[in-house]
């Protein structure tokens, strides 16, 4: 079973930027699809983005499309997010997925979730 680590949240200023990483263990990582979703305080949980196995596939979110951009590195087990031009809306958990299962199933495999703040 894959184990999802994510790291580099924190504070941030409107139209700054933060990269998110999220660090893979357990399984063979080009084996999964991987992607992130967001909960932002008394909202549900939303879709940001997914890129697949061997990254000839991304997805995004229309609130942030053309502002994130997700890749990974299967060398490094790692695969991340670049977000920039925050918004204040973008506040909020980012959790780290994997798919182990095609690339338009849901999710089998989540992180923690990391604390993005966005300040205005």
């Known amino acids: 079973q894959v184990q999802l680590v994510e790291s580099g949240g924190g504070l941030a200023q409107a139209g700054g930027s933060l990269t998110l990483s999220c660090a893979t263990s357990?399984?063979?990582?080009?084996?999964?699809?991987m992607g992130w979703f967001r909960q932002a305080p008394g909202k549900e949980r939303e879709f940001v983005t997914k890129?697949?196995?061997?990254?000839?596939?991304?997805n995004y979110a229309d609130p942030v499309k053309g502002r994130f951009t997700i890749s990974r590195d299967n060398a490094k087990n790692t695969v991340y997010l670049q977000m920039n031009s925050l918004k204040p809306e973008d506040t909020a958990v980012y959790y780290c997925?994997?798919?182990?299962?095609?690339?338009?199933?849901?999710?089998?495999?989540w992180g923690k979730g990391t604390l993005v703040t966005v300040s205005s």
């Open positions: 997925v994997a798919y182990s299962g095609r690339y338009n199933d849901s999710p089998n495999y």
């Open positions: 357990g399984g063979t990582f080009s084996n999964y699809h």
């Open positions: 890129i697949s196995r061997m990254s000839l596939s991304k």
